[in-house]
Each structure stands twice: as structure tokens, then as C-alpha cells.
């Protein structure tokens, strides 16, 4: 095998490993998104929670001291 070969399949090699690192990584970006996506989904729904539990709650008068 020749220098030029063997330069050549390791430039492929490191080609193919970078690819898979980027990969991994847009897997792991768009993992993050989703989770995030959730996490804002469940702040909005106990805000919405909040809320209602707020306009539920009876008013009552203070008594006087």
C-alpha cells in the first residue's frame, strides 16, 4: 500500500468520524429543543392552572378587629 493510499483512507476515516460527530450533535440540539419545548408547555399549563384556581377561590370579607 502505498503513502498516498493510506493518507487518502485515513482522510476518509477522519471524514466519516467528523460526520458522525455532527450527526450526534444535531441529534442531541434537536433532543434539547423538544425538551424544551416541553418544559414551556408544562410552565404554560400550570400558569393557566394557576390562574383558574385564582378565579375560583371565594372571596372573602375581613372581619373587623
Known amino acids: ?9 485515513i482522510e476518509a476515516v477522519m471524514d466519516v468520524e467528523a460526520s ?3 450527526k450526534a450533535r ?3 440540539q ?3 429543543v423538544d425538551t424544551i419545548e416541553e418544559l414551556r408547555q ?3 399549563n400550570l400558569q ?3 390562574a383558574k384556581l385564582r378565579q ?4 372573602t370579607l375581613a372581619e373587623p378587629l
Request: net charge positive; hydrophobic share 45%; glycine share 4%.
Open 42 to 44: 408544562e410552565v404554560y
Open 48 to 50: 393557566v392552572f394557576q
Open 20 to 22: 458522525q460527530k455532527v
Open 1 to 9: 500500500m502505498g503513502l498516498s493510499t493510506l493518507d487518502k483512507a
Open 30 to 32: 434537536a433532543y434539547m
Open 26 to 28: 444535531k441529534r442531541v
Open 56 to 59: 375560583s377561590k371565594p372571596v
